[in-house]
């Protein structure tokens, strides 16, 4: 009989435990691709109580309490801070089985030393203990990042973002680094006339260009692409519903951006073929500056109109869609494949379906310049469990060169999410630990295999990125 989460935790070999203790288990983190704070990093906060680190903007959380009938006033609301906690501790013995249950343990065990299993009986003293030691100097935002010994950090920004919390933490760095990522989204969002107009005003205001044309909003672009750059911006992001690659002319761009600005809703057509161009255009950008482009695809968003609008976006009522993927995201990668303007690329997909979809788009266009220059992107949202990773290695392994993987990131916005990388690195050990055992994996290459680990936890990162 095992006890839970000891020391070989999800290892169930010798041969993996060998591979996460003395390969994967040393490793620095990078994490790549994050929705983490810029100012919390910078003016280096202090959390108040395990309650706004935990509960504060983790719509995972706030969705198993949901599902266990905790009223929504616990949870997004404006009730005391313990009461908030003691609703989350009430919920946590229903997550058996769920990630969070996992998840909250690992955290509670690596990152404050408590071993108790966290329920109503449990919660006022782990309460205490935790918000204790959010007092004190290494748990706030920065002691976190060393106590994991981040190396890395790349946030999500948008162009118009002045990025002046990027630029404080270089002129005053604690250790880890701290880059922006490109998300454009907002900037094809052509969907909402008023909306995009008052976002191109800012654009235009960021960029010091004024917009009218086309041509224009990509000069703007160009301006902050630029800028982003000289922070040591090394990726993008996009998020999408599916791919866009309809045919469009110059003409067309146009007109339908004229449009938009005189305040007229675009057809669906039209839409489509904005987006693609856009899709296009900023691929063509970050192939400039040797950048890698990130597409994070089928999600849909905002499902709970009443809720939406009472609580905003990304406050747990999103869910995994069902749109096609393979002809559209195809061809957009063969035009810029053709045009010679295909940057790195890491393709992540919500819907599991699209597995070996999206693993086999991507290895349709590895042309040798690179090692892994196409990636199959790790288990995303719904997906960042070990169900969702085993299942994204295994098609990896399968159709791909899982060896060449860039590995894990948090995708999170909370500051105590480091151990998922331990969750992935044992997932990781246990996979090959048991192809070893198993027979399917020679034991006499355990050195190779300890370097594969040790690859995918850090180094593919590390070199892919040019960190």
């Not at 929705?35 to 108040?48: R, S, V």
């Not at 690329?345 to 788009?361: K, S």
């Not at 042309?367 to 295994?394: I, P, R, Y």
Request: some cysteine; overall charge negative; hydrophobic content about 40%.
């Amino acid at each position: 009989m095992k006890n839970f989460m000891d020391e070989n935790f999800m290892l169930n070999s010798e041969e993996a435990q060998e591979l996460y203790h003395n390969h994967a288990a040393k490793m620095p983190i990078i994490d790549y691709h994050c929705h983490l704070i810029p100012k919390q990093i910078a003016e280096n906060h202090q959390f108040t109580d395990l309650t706004e680190v935990w509960l504060g903007g983790d719509h995972y959380k706030w969705r198993a309490m949901r599902a266990n009938g905790v009223p929504e006033e616990y949870i997004t609301g404006n009730k005391p801070s313990y009461e908030k906690f003691m609703k989350w501790a009430e919920t946590v013995p229903y997550t058996m089985r769920n990630p969070l249950y996992h998840w909250l343990h690992l955290e509670l065990q690596k990152i404050f030393g408590v071993n108790t299993l966290l329920k109503p009986e449990t919660a006022r003293e782990i309460y205490d203990e935790c918000t204790a030691k959010l007092q004190t100097e290494q748990y706030r935002a920065q002691g976190l990042m060393r106590m994991f010994n981040v190396e890395v950090v790349c946030t999500t920004d948008d162009p118009i973002d002045t990025l002046e919390y990027h630029k404080q933490i270089q002129e005053k760095p604690f250790g880890t680094k701290v880059l922006p990522t490109w998300r454009p989204d907002k900037a094809m969002a052509i969907e909402n006339p008023e909306a995009y107009n008052d976002y191109i005003a800012k654009l235009e205001a960021a960029s010091n260009v004024s917009i009218s044309s086309y041509a224009d909003l990509l000069k703007a672009l160009k301006v902050r692409h630029d800028f982003f750059a000289s922070m040591g911006c090394r990726l993008s992001d996009h998020g999408l519903e599916t791919f866009y690659a309809e045919d469009y002319t110059p003409a067309e761009i146009d007109a339908i951006f004229a449009k938009v600005r005189s305040g007229k809703k675009p057809t669906q057509e039209e839409l489509l073929k904005f987006r693609s161009a856009m899709l296009f255009d900023f691929a063509v950008m970050d192939h400039e500056k040797d950048w890698t482009q990130q597409f994070h695809v089928g999600a849909i968003r905002n499902c709970n109109t009443k809720m939406f609008r009472q609580l905003g976006p990304d406050t747990g009522y999103d869910a995994i869609h069902d749109l096609k993927m393979a002809a559209a995201g195809n061809k957009l990668l063969d035009r810029l494949a053709t045009n010679n303007t295909l940057a790195k690329t890491i393709l992540y997909n919500l819907n599991p379906g699209d597995n070996e979809v999206l693993m086999t788009m991507a290895y349709n266009f590895n042309d040798g310049t690179v090692a892994g220059k196409m990636q199959f992107g790790s288990g995303w949202w719904f997906l960042d469990q070990e169900v969702g990773m085993t299942n994204q290695m295994n098609a990896l392994s399968v159709l791909g060169l899982l060896s060449r993987f860039v590995g894990m990131l948090t995708d999170s916005r909370s500051f105590l999410s480091y151990p998922r990388h331990e969750y992935f690195r044992r997932i990781l050990c246990n996979l090959l630990g048991e192809d070893i055992k198993n027979g399917k994996l020679p034991r006499s290459e355990m050195a190779f295999i300890g370097q594969m680990v040790e690859d995918i936890s850090y180094n593919n990162a590390k070199n892919y990125f040019k960190f």
